[in-house]
């Protein structure tokens, strides 16, 4: 898939092709120079395939820490561009590692002034077949440092490593956004919010007090990491399918009242998430062809529905590493939008990038060859303001200012925006975004302050929008107070209610 991603993205960039910066397929017989450091466990062998690969292994007297090796990229070269990494990799053995991203490691280190970062994908543990690894990163302007991991990391086992390549993309067209873009709607813009177990009186509330044009309308069962749909019985899933679209049709009329174009998300998939929140679409063929059935129902369901916007294929999709013979995200939401495409021609299509629906992550996703497709992002940056609090992250961190050692107010967020708005004008596609927010004990008012830039720079680049969210859990929620331990609604209008509904006033 990789080449032929690569090679989509060039012709439309209409740009040169990506410029390889490191290949090792570690055949030569100095094939660890360059390479470092020297560390037991790690030698080159011979595969049963004959060829020459890369063999890291830890032994259970390893303990903590890691073992592999690092190779240093041309930083010069490298400086505000975007890599494309890519490997093979096999694995036998490896002990289940204390977090997500440990295990075994196809990961680049970047050092910058405004922190490090740590990009890779987090793959299986256990033992598996070679398997295609691949994933896109930015590195900043100013990074000082990028070097190449590969390795173990807190666990035992013995991982290989085959055909690592990095290469480095073309730098986006600087052509204006177009001015006729696809957006599904006949709205200036859709202006709304994400919504949870809402009744038909919080819904004519929305529209017709609010006034808002929008809700992304979760199909979400359970809670979020785990969820029954982890289970994986498809019988149990059908089950509480069908009772979600049932109560969405039946609402459907009240939307009309309220004014209430609806999205349609696929908030959890067939299969649910394993340990690591891989989407287990990307473990197991049943649950890729009951996807495409699932979306084949809705689509037949709803495609006269006056008042669907469109689909949102899957909420925050994360691949890992697929074996051979599932497909990717990237060919299963093509496979996907052809099917809805092809049962109704009218709804839009929304897609939102692997990993996590990030907006950095959009460039992992080539726009999809199919007509009436929107693109999505999520903007929880920086993290560690917007989830305080939440799942015992630390608490009393204010914006604008200094966190994680970087200082962030409206042109720091605007520049992480950036690749969407380079996305946009290079491929000339409509964004949404389909979540944001910030949480409501955020101190002194710097969640109003927060929610208020990240507003502005999406009214400024006419993107559709919704906010996270409408009477769901009270953390996100704008009629709640300051107070972490209040759970009441707020007897007055806080400041973040009141800055949605004047952006909502706005709407046709």
């Known amino acids: 898939m990789g080449a032929v991603v690569l090679t989509l993205a060039c012709n439309l960039m209409a740009v040169d092709p990506p410029r390889t910066v490191l290949s090792a397929d570690f055949e030569a017989g100095d094939a660890l120079t360059g390479w470092g450091p020297a560390q037991d466990g790690v030698r080159i062998v011979t595969d049963d395939a004959g060829s020459r690969v890369l063999l890291v292994e830890r032994a259970a007297e390893t303990g903590q820490g890691s ?7 041309p930083i010069e070269e490298l400086r505000g561009r975007r890599l494309v990494c890519t490997a093979r990799v096999k694995a036998e053995d490896v002990a289940k590692p204390p977090h997500p991203w440990s295990g075994v490691k196809f990961m680049v280190h970047i050092a910058a002034p405004g922190g490090d970062q740590w990009p890779q994908r987090d793959l299986p543990f256990g033992t598996f077949d070679w398997r295609e690894v691949r994933y896109i990163t930015a590195v900043p302007d100013d990074a000082t440092k990028v070097e190449l991991v590969l390795g173990l990391e807190s666990t035992t086992g013995r991982a290989w490593f085959d055909d690592v390549s990095i290469a480095v993309l073309p730098t986006p067209d600087e052509r204006p956004a177009p001015t006729e873009v696809y957006t599904g709607h006949s709205q200036p813009r859709l202006r709304g919010a994400m919504i949870g177990q809402v009744t038909a009186d919080d819904l004519l509330e929305f529209g017709l007090r609010w006034k808002a044009n929008h809700v992304r309308w979760q199909l979400t069962w359970g809670g979020f990491p785990r969820s029954p749909a982890d289970k994986g019985d498809l019988a149990a899933y059908d089950k509480w399918l069908n009772g979600e679209l049932d109560r969405l049709q039946s609402l459907l009329p009240v939307c009309e009242r309220a004014g209430l174009m609806v999205l349609i ?22 649950y890729q062809e009951k996807f495409l059935e699932v979306w084949r129902r809705i689509a037949e369901r709803f495609r006269d529905a006056k008042m669907v916007w469109g689909y949102d294929l899957v909420n925050e999709p994360v691949e890992g590493a697929p074996p051979d013979g599932l497909l990717g995200w990237q060919d299963l939401a093509q496979k996907a939008a052809e099917l809805v ?12 990038p692997e990993p996590w629906g990030g907006l950095d992550a959009l460039w992992n996703l080539v726009p999809l060859t199919v007509a009436g497709v929107v693109y999505s992002v999520h903007m929880y940056v920086p993290h560690q303001f917007t989830h305080q609090g939440v799942y015992d992250s630390p608490v009393g961190i204010g914006y604008p200012g200094d966190i994680a050692g970087k200082h962030w107010d409206r042109d720091a967020l605007r520049k992480v925006f950036q690749p969407v708005v380079d996305y946009q004008r290079t491929f000339g596609v409509r964004i949404y975004v389909g979540e944001f927010s910030a949480i409501r004990w955020a101190p002194d008012d710097s969640a109003y302050r927060y929610l208020s830039d990240v507003i502005d720079i999406l009214e400024e680049n006419g993107w559709d929008w919704a906010y996270h969210a409408f009477r769901e859990w009270n953390g996100w929620s704008v009629e709640h107070g300051p107070d972490k331990d209040d759970n009441e609604r707020s007897p007055t209008e806080t400041g973040r209610e009141r800055l949605l509904r004047s952006w909502y006033a706005k709407n046709q």
């Not at 073992?67 to 990229?73: D, I, M, S």
């Not at 959890?268 to 063929?285: A, H, I, Q, S, W």
């Open 341 to 352: 495409r092809s049962i109704d021609p009218q709804h839009a299509i929304i897609v939102e």
């Open 265 to 286: 998300d696929l908030h959890t998939p067939p299969g649910g998430r394993d340990d690591r929140n891989v989407c287990m679409l990307f473990e197991d063929k049943a």
């Open 67 to 73: 073992t592999g090796v690092r190779r240093e990229l």
